[in-house]
């Protein structure tokens, strides 16, 4: 007999290695999103139940970028509007996909909210402060700072420290200021660690 939530789980990640192979700079991208996710939940002493799914939150944020045209998720020139548009979707999409199952709908309601801003003008919706879900403002931050730190096909990487002056720069407005100082603690301890070696 089939292990319910083992399969649920297997399928979840072979669609992530799915979107890997459609939009080959998200590789790694979920994973590190998850982890910095799990990292902030720890920080604030979330139950371990909440962790772990903050964690597989973090890992499926992108699920709806399946739908996305490959012309538009590799497309190195700036994006159109209609491009935009189209980009705009993928949370509603992958909560779509993901609010098929009834274990999932916390995981739906975090992904579709996650591109929403604490000031407001965000999407899908355009929530501001804390009519956006708890799992979205986490994952907001760490997917900008991941975002940021990594290389894609319109621009480099930028500098670890460049991209925490930007997270900082934008508390209250694009990000939760509670979770953006904590989720930069974490970074700058990390750092720390990291030069100490």
């Known amino acids: 007999m089939v292990n319910q ?87 509603v999409w992958g909560a779509e996909v993901l609010k098929t199952s009834e274990e999932l709908e916390d995981l739906a309601k975090a992904v579709l909210y996650h ?27 760490a997917d900008a700072y991941d975002s940021m730190t990594s290389n894609r096909p319109y621009r480099e990487a930028l500098p670890e420290w460049e991209a925490m002056r930007e997270i900082e720069r934008n508390l209250a407005t694009q990000f939760d200021p509670d979770i953006g100082r904590r989720f930069l603690q974490v970074i700058a301890r990390d750092r720390k660690t990291k030069n100490n070696l």
């Open 5 to 91: 939530g083992k399969f649920q789980k297997e399928l979840l990640l072979a669609m992530i290695k799915v979107l890997e192979f459609i939009d080959p700079y998200t590789k790694g991208h979920s994973e590190n999103v998850a982890s910095y996710c799990a990292r902030i939940g720890e920080a604030l002493r979330w139950p371990k139940e909440y962790i772990t799914r903050i964690y597989w939150a973090g890992l499926v944020h992108d699920i709806g970028k399946i739908l996305v045209p490959m012309s538009v998720l590799r497309k190195e020139a700036p994006l159109t509007e209609e491009e935009f548009e189209t980009i705009k979707q993928h949370p």
């Open 115 to 141: 591109h929403e801003r604490w000031g407001g003008g965000g999407y899908p919706k355009g929530l501001f402060g804390e009519e956006i879900p708890l799992f979205s403002r986490v994952i907001a931050v």
